[in-house]
C-alpha cells in the first residue's frame, strides 16, 4: 500500500511539473527567477571589499520588487525594481541604483552600484 500511495504521489508531480510547463506560459510571468544561485558574488564600499568564489544570492520577487540575499556576510540589495519591456525582457527602473542585473532561470548576473556601494554575482543554479 506504501509503495502504491508512493507511486501515485510521484504521478502526481509529474503531472503538476508539466502543467506548469506549458509552452504557452511566458518566462517573464512566472517566478521562475526566484531561488537561490551559487557562484561568484562580490561587494565593495569605503572600507569593505569582499569576493567569494563559492557565495549564494537567494532571490525573491514581489510585483515588480526583487530583493538579492547575499551569502558570506554581503550586506542584502532590496527593492530592486523592475518593468516588463516585451516578452522575454525585464529592466531595471526608478532611481534604486544603476547597473545590470540579468536574471534568467540558470543564470544571476549582478553588477549593481547604490549608495556608492557595488555588489556583483556571476552565479548559477
Keep these: 500500500m506504501k509503495s502504491m500511495?508512493?507511486?501515485?504521489?510521484?504521478?502526481?508531480?509529474v503531472a503538476f511539473l508539466f502543467a506548469a510547463c506549458s509552452k504557452d506560459t511566458d518566462p517573464a510571468d512566472v517566478d521562475v527567477f526566484a531561488g537561490t544561485f551559487k557562484g561568484k558574488i562580490?561587494?565593495?564600499?569605503?572600507?569593505?571589499?569582499?569576493?567569494?568564489?563559492?557565495?549564494s544570492v537567494f532571490v525573491t520577487k514581489v510585483g515588480t520588487r526583487?530583493?538579492?540575499?547575499?551569502?558570506?556576510?554581503?550586506p542584502d540589495l532590496t527593492g530592486v525594481e523592475f518593468e516588463k519591456k516585451d516578452d522575454n525582457t525585464m529592466v531595471n527602473i526608478g532611481s534604486?541604483?544603476?547597473?545590470?542585473i540579468t536574471?534568467?532561470?540558470?543564470?544571476?548576473?549582478?553588477?549593481?552600484?547604490?549608495?556608492?556601494?557595488?555588489?556583483?554575482?556571476?552565479c548559477t543554479r
Excluded at 562580490?42 to 557565495?55: E, F, I, L, Q
Excluded at 526583487?66 to 554581503?74: A, E, N, P
Excluded at 534604486?96 to 545590470?100: E, L, N
Excluded at 536574471?103 to 556571476?122: C, H, M, P, Q, S
Design 96 to 100: 534604486s541604483g544603476t547597473g545590470v
Design 5 to 13: 500511495l508512493k507511486i501515485v504521489g510521484a504521478l502526481m508531480m
Design 66 to 74: 526583487y530583493d538579492f540575499r547575499f551569502s558570506d556576510g554581503i
Design 103 to 122: 536574471i534568467t532561470k540558470d543564470k544571476l548576473v549582478i553588477g549593481f552600484t547604490r549608495d556608492n556601494k557595488i555588489w556583483g554575482a556571476d
Design 42 to 55: 562580490s561587494y565593495k564600499d569605503g572600507t569593505t571589499n569582499t569576493t567569494k568564489d563559492n557565495g
